[in-house]
Structure formats: C-alpha cells, structure tokens
C-alpha cells in the first residue's frame, strides 16, 4: 500500500530529479489526500441526506483529481497544474451551493486562503498561474456570496442537528487538509534550502578544484616557456616540449570550457548542435595524440583502436568535448603505468566508444558519476567533477546513451551515439592548412596586448596585411582611412563596446557591407539586433582553427 502511494504522489517525477520537481510531488500530494477525504467525508455525508447530487459531484471529483495526477504522470504540468485549480474552484462553488449554511461563508474563506491563495502561491513558480489563482478564487467567493444571497441553487433541505454534523465535520476537514498541505510547503522549502545549500558547498569546493588545476596547468605552460626560451635544447627535446605545451594548453581549454558550459546548461541555454562531417578515425587519433603526451609525463600509454573507413556526420563540437572528457577522466584515474584503450566502431549508423582504464569504483557509486561536482576524490588526483555531469548531458543531447562499469579491475565508459555516413569530404583541419589571406586587409581591435600578439602573428602567419588597434575610436579612424577586408573586434573596450561600434558600421552605407568578427569572453548571450545580422562570435578562450574557420566564412575564401 506504501508503494503505491508512493508511487501517485511521485507520477511524472524523474528518480533523480532532486528538488525540480517539488511542486509536482505538492501537487500530486495534495490531490490525492483531498481525493481520500473527500470520498470518505462524501459517502457519510450521503448516508446523512440520502442526496443523488452529493455522491454524483463526490465521485466526479475524485475522479478530476486522479486526472489531475493523470496529467502529472504524463509530464503535461501545466494542464495538472491549471486542472487543480479549476477542480478546487468548480466543486467548491457546487457543494458550497448544495449544502449552503451547512457550508459556512467562513468555511469558504478558509479554503480560499489556504489552497486557490496560500498554496498556489507557494507551489506554482509561474506568476500567470498565481494570477489565475487569484482570479479564481475571487470569483469563487462572489459565486457563493451571490447564490447565498438569491439562491439561484435551491440548497438541500437538512434539519438542524444534520447542519450542524456537517459544518463540524466540514470544519475538521479544513483543518486537516491546512495542517497537510501546510507540512508539504514547510517540507518542500526545507529540501529546497538544503539542496541550496548542498550546492552551494559544493561549487565551492568546485571552484577551489578548478582554480587548483588552472594553476597547475598554467604552472606547467610557464615551465615550459622558460624551457624553450633557454635555447638549449636539441630540436628532439624542443619539438617534445612544443607537443608538452600543446597539451597543457589544450588541458585548460577543456577546464574553462567545462566551466563556461555548465554555466550555460544552468541558464537553459546552451549552444544549439551544429553537424559537420567527421573522418572519425583521424579525428580520434588527433585527440589521442594530444592527451598521450600528458599520459606519457605519468608513465601512462594510451592506444587507440579504431578502422572507420567512411566518414560520418555529427556534431563535431560534442563529440569533441564528449572524447577529451573520457581521456582526462581515464588519465586522472588510472595508476603509474596504466595502458589505457580507447575502441572505436560504426555499426547500423550507431559511432560506438569505449573508453577503458584500470581502476576500481564501488558498484554504489557507479550511478552518481553523471552528477555535477561528483569527482572520485578518493584518488590522488584532483578533479573538479563536471567532466562525466557534461559528457552525459552532451551523450544525451545528441539521442545517444553512457553507461560505465567497473568489473575485473577495469573501469570502462561506453557511449553509443547516433550519426549518418557522410561523403569522403576535406575536414576543417586540412581546409585550415590550405588558407591564403595573402590577399586581404584585416583589421584588428584589440585592447589586450597580448591578445593583440597572438592574433596579429596568428594572421600574419597566413600572409595578411594586419594592422593593429587598442581603441574602439582610432579603430574607426583607420577604417575610414583605409577600409579593410575584414575587422576582428573585442566586445569590451574601454572607449566603446564592440556592439557598439558595429552598430555605428551598420549605419553607414559605406561601411555597413564589411564583415566583423566579434570576440568576446563572457558566457551571456549578447542581445540580438538589426546590427548582428552576418556576425562571426568567437567566445574566448578558442582555438587558432576555430580563429580560421571564421575568417574564411567571412571573407569566404
């Protein structure tokens, strides 16, 4: 019997929803306990007054409340949610008219306050909803305080002593239902705030972690940096250190990237997928070869087996993200010496990755893993637990499945995703060696000095004619100067944002064709306009092919 109860009052909740659906189970709660009174306060009020209507309306709202929950179940909230407060005020209006003084004005007021006001204002988040709540309740109140006074419903003909059985037990059952539904609201806010606080302990732990390995990784750039610039390496050790750097730079990319995209996943807004072809097996090895060289500085060996010969289509931005975080998670949880395999295979239009490494994990905590800020601190490396929360919520954007097991002292993460074979096609990466700007004037609105380095020599490197400004306002001086193929702007200048300036661009009819490249570092979505039509966004931080594949879709060379 507890588990079916359990079970009305938990329709339509995920199992590991946690706190997002506590207006549901609230919901679902209260129906179900106005349901149980209601069916056994109604058939004794039947035994009293012999009444057809009573047991007719008894019965039909009960049998609303278990649609109610219905609606739950099938996770259409909003009709639950607005089929409780129609329910309430319907039957309200019918037995308050059929029973009239039995029924009192203060009775109704009570149930007013409590459930169509009270209630609906602490349970539903949506102000349309507790606006016609309200309105509800208040056209409930004038309907009963008219029919009080002109009796459009003839009310039924109770002696004294029946009124007075009814209005006590109507009473009690008020108040039954204000101490219920009052323990359900109290309850629902205190797992609400421990779950605040739950999170808020551990995104501080997350943020000590992640500021830990930042500095770790930018340590080992800058002990690498210093290395080269010694000049005394051979070109075997130099051109070991260059792939070291490469790695560690890669390593904290994945970092922030985490970090920027679990604040996005938090906002509801997350980027929308974007399919491109993918020469899978290439694309795999390029990943491995990045994360061998830091397995390599552990002692660590990291194979790759995998024979795709057709390409496929898919989201390459995901799936990239999907395979760093597997290789970070096997290289940090994996002893001195590991050999850690990656498998790779296409069946049925179905990319098959498993992803093994030795090691041990409790069967208990096997189904945690995929929660955020759930890292395996029980090894001796750290880790700031958003890779697996971010690998399945990628797996599961893109229709696809993860699942681990840990079995014989080998823990192995199996993602199946969903993709279509694609034509032999030339990748990103081959396009970018083959770019020629030798042609173009670009122009560069940088305040940062170093940004202004790297990007200028990151151009230069493909023959374009770069010049270079730290102002918004000189930047629009060269541009009427000499108008150029192509601006790269930041957003955040001190004289003028860079939404700023391409609005001033747009405006003019000499200036408004030339296509802009807009940098930005903040994780928000800058407001859509007129002016952003034709817009290249490059969030940093990004990469130098991400850096060329936007100059080419601008300049469309």
Not at 19 to 47: D, E, H, M, Q, W
Not at 264 to 270: M, R, S
Request: hydrophobic share 45%.
């Amino acid at each position: 019997m507890l588990k079916l109860i359990r079970k009305i009052i938990f329709a339509g909740v995920p199992p590991d929803a946690g706190n997002k659906y506590n207006s549901v189970i609230v919901i679902n709660a209260l129906a179900f306990l106005t349901a149980v009174f209601l069916a056994i306060i109604g058939t004794y009020f039947y035994f009293l007054t012999n009444s057809i209507f009573l047991i007719a309306g008894v019965i039909v709202e009960c049998c609303c409340f278990a649609v109610v929950i219905y609606f739950n179940y099938k996770k259409s909230y909003e009709f639950g949610t607005l089929g409780t407060v129609l329910v309430h005020t319907v039957f309200a209006c019918y037995f308050g008219a059929l029973l009239g003084p039995a029924m009192p004005e203060a009775l109704i007021t009570a149930f007013l306050l409590t459930f169509l006001i009270g209630s609906s204002f602490s349970v539903y988040r949506r102000w349309g909803v507790r606006i016609f709540s309200l309105i509800m309740a208040m056209v409930l109140f004038a309907l009963i305080a008219l029919n009080n006074r002109y009796h459009f419903v003839e009310p039924l003909a109770l002696s004294p002593a029946t009124t007075d059985n009814i209005k006590v037990i109507c009473w009690f059952a008020m108040l039954v239902l204000i101490g219920c539904s009052t323990w359900l609201l109290i309850n629902q806010n205190d797992r609400s705030l421990k779950e605040v606080q739950r999170l808020n302990e551990e995104k501080a732990i997350y943020h000590a972690e992640i500021n830990h390995e930042l500095r770790n990784t930018v340590h080992t750039i800058s002990t690498f940096a210093d290395l080269i610039a010694n000049n005394h390496l051979t070109p075997e050790e130099q051109a070991h250190i260059v792939s070291c750097l490469k790695s560690s730079s890669e390593q904290a990319l994945d970092i922030i990237n985490n970090g920027l995209l679990l604040t996005k996943i938090e906002a509801g807004k997350d980027d929308q997928a974007v399919e491109s072809v993918v020469d899978i097996t290439p694309f795999l090895q390029d990943k491995v070869n990045i994360f061998k060289v830091l397995g390599e500085l552990e002692g660590k060996q990291i194979n790759l087996h995998a024979a795709i010969q057709p390409a496929i289509t898919t989201d390459r931005l995901a799936l990239t993200k999907i395979v760093n975080n597997l290789l970070t998670n096997a290289i940090k949880h994996s002893g001195y010496g590991a050999v850690i395999d990656v498998h790779a295979t296409l069946q049925e239009h179905e990319l098959q990755l498993h992803v093994c490494n030795p090691g041990h994990i409790d069967q208990s905590r096997l189904a945690q893993l995929f929660l955020p800020f759930d890292s395996e601190n029980h090894s001796r490396y750290d880790s700031t637990g958003l890779g697996l929360y971010i690998t399945h919520y990628l797996v599961t954007r893109m229709k696809g499945t993860i699942a681990v097991t840990a079995e014989n002292g080998v823990i192995t993460f199996t993602v199946i995703l969903p993709v279509k074979e694609a034509q032999q096609t030339i990748t990103t990466e081959e396009r970018k060696e083959e770019i020629d700007l030798s042609r173009y004037n670009i122009l560069v609105i940088e305040d940062d000095l170093m940004n202004q380095v790297a990007l200028s020599r990151t151009l230069k490197d493909k023959h374009a004619a770069v010049t270079v400004t730290g102002s918004a306002s000189e930047g629009l001086h060269l541009i009427r100067e000499n108008k150029p193929d192509l601006i790269i702007t930041d957003l955040n200048m001190p004289d003028m944002l860079g939404t700023d300036l391409i609005s001033y661009l747009r405006q003019d009819d000499a200036l408004r064709h030339i296509p802009v490249i807009l940098i930005t570092g903040q994780t928000i979505e800058l407001p859509a306009n007129g002016y952003s039509n034709g817009i290249v966004r490059l969030h940093k931080p990004f990469k130098v092919k991400e850096l060329y594949q936007a100059v080419q879709t601008q300049l469309r060379c």
